[in-house]
């Protein structure tokens, strides 16, 4: 008798949780992605610099990415882990190193796959969610190829609303 009483209240309490809202999400379109690392690349280009660009969203994925003219082969690479670290640790790829090296206990996270906490890659936010991230290699530094992802934030911030 007492187990069908309690299987009643967990069938109860079932059909309650199946009627509550889904969450809803912004989702960084494949447009959007492609407008920012088309922005990121030629905005290091009028710098003066090869790099190549690429957009993560949350989950990791990569949405869009874009090897400029010149720019090295590692540079392909090197974009998407900055991007990886970027919207896995949640902040700019400069501010997650500098985490790291102030930390030193936090060290085992660079092992994390697709990480590379060096300068170069920033989160893309809707207010205060993250929903992606652009990741920029071959400027010569992480502060150039940070500003170049800038830019290209900066070119879908309006629609980032």
Excluded: W
Excluded at 129 to 147: F, T
Aim: proline share 3%; aromatic share 4%.
């Amino acid at each position: 008798m007492k187990t069908i009483l309690l299987g009643s209240v967990v069938l109860i309490a079932g059909f309650g949780m199946a009627s509550a809202q889904l969450p809803t999400q912004k989702v960084l379109t494949a447009k959007l992605a492609m407008e920012a690392v088309t922005a990121t690349v030629e905005a290091c280009e009028k710098a003066g610099y090869k790099v190549s660009a690429s957009v993560v969203d949350v989950a990791g994925q990569v949405k869009a990415f874009l090897r400029g003219d010149g720019s090295g082969f590692h540079t392909i690479e090197t974009a998407t882990r900055k991007a990886l670290t970027s919207v896995t640790f949640k902040g700019s790829s400069a501010a997650i190193a500098q985490r790291f090296n102030d930390n030193p206990a936090s060290g085992g996270l660079r092992q994390v796959t697709g990480v590379m906490p060096v300068g170069g890659a920033l989160p893309i936010m809707v207010g205060n969610d993250i929903i992606g991230a652009i990741g920029v290699s071959g400027a010569p530094g992480g502060d150039k190829d940070e500003a170049c992802s800038q830019a290209g934030i900066d070119k879908i911030k309006d629609s980032l609303k």
